[in-house]
């Protein structure tokens, strides 16, 4: 299997629930990020991470919490959440952190929080 | 800052019309530029890409010049179809250390039969 692969394509939560979103690349890249898409806003940064360790994380709250096993694996715990946190959660990779080869994207984690 | 800024939708065109999508952008740097898809339901999907000044990217009828004196990578297609309806997106990487990677706020495109 090539290229970015994110699970579950769909997921409904309350907002007690815990939850997970998976990850997986098969690129050999060393750089994985979390972006957050909501209606009528623009493609938000959440976390970067390269090689298993977090560089960025962009005031993001708590309640979402990133996991990087190892190099092509990257979760997104989810406990608590807000419907305003409802959207499209899309998981990224480049070869490096510089991401002068571009972005491969997965195509996403469609959030809905009641 | 760096910053990449694009046209403002939606577009919406008849099929076989000419399209443009404007695209402009500051960087400190010596930046790659890039345009991405994104099909409804979709994640984003790289379109085209240039890496220095005066290159051309193209892909599936879709091209644009990187322009370093107008600091510019205008997206166009000479005759569009219905399938090309998505929201386009562009982004600049600056060649550096940490996290450069930056995208416009996207424009829906909209090809009516």
């Known amino acids: 299997e090539t290229g970015v692969t994110q699970t579950p394509r769909h997921l409904v939560m309350g907002m007690t629930n815990k939850k997970s979103l998976k990850c997986e690349q098969h690129?050999?890249?060393?750089?994985m990020y979390w972006y957050k898409q909501s209606a009528k806003k623009p493609l938000e940064l959440m976390f970067v991470?390269?090689?298993?360790?977090?560089?960025e994380n962009n005031s993001v709250p708590s309640r979402f919490s990133p996991e990087c096993p190892n190099s092509s694996h990257l979760f997104l715990h989810l406990h608590t959440l807000q419907p305003e946190d409802s959207a499209l959660y899309l998981c990224?990779?480049?070869?490096?952190?510089?991401?002068?080869?571009?972005?491969?994207f997965g195509s996403g984690t469609r959030l809905t929080v009641v | 800052g760096d910053s990449v800024t694009q046209m403002e939708g939606p577009v919406t065109l008849s099929e076989e019309a000419f399209l443009t999508i404007n695209c402009t952008y500051t960087?400190?740097?010596?930046?790659?530029l890039f345009w991405y898809v994104q099909y409804p339901g979709e994640g984003l999907q790289l379109l085209l890409k240039?890496?220095?000044?005066?290159d051309k990217g193209s892909n599936k009828g879709f091209e644009a010049t990187y322009r370093k004196e107008t600091t510019s990578f205008h997206l166009e297609k000479g005759s569009v179809q219905v399938s090309d309806s998505a929201v386009y997106f562009c982004?600049?990487?600056?060649?550096?250390?940490?996290?450069?990677?930056?995208f416009g706020t996207g424009t829906s495109l909209t090809v009516i039969p």
């Open positions: 982004a600049l990487s600056i060649t550096n250390t940490g996290n450069q990677f930056y």
């Open positions: 990224a990779s480049s070869q490096d952190v510089s991401g002068g080869l571009g972005y491969t």
């Open positions: 240039a890496t220095k000044a005066d």
């Open positions: 690129l050999g890249h060393n750089a």
């Open positions: 960087a400190t740097g010596y930046p790659s």
């Open positions: 991470y390269s090689l298993e360790e977090r560089v």
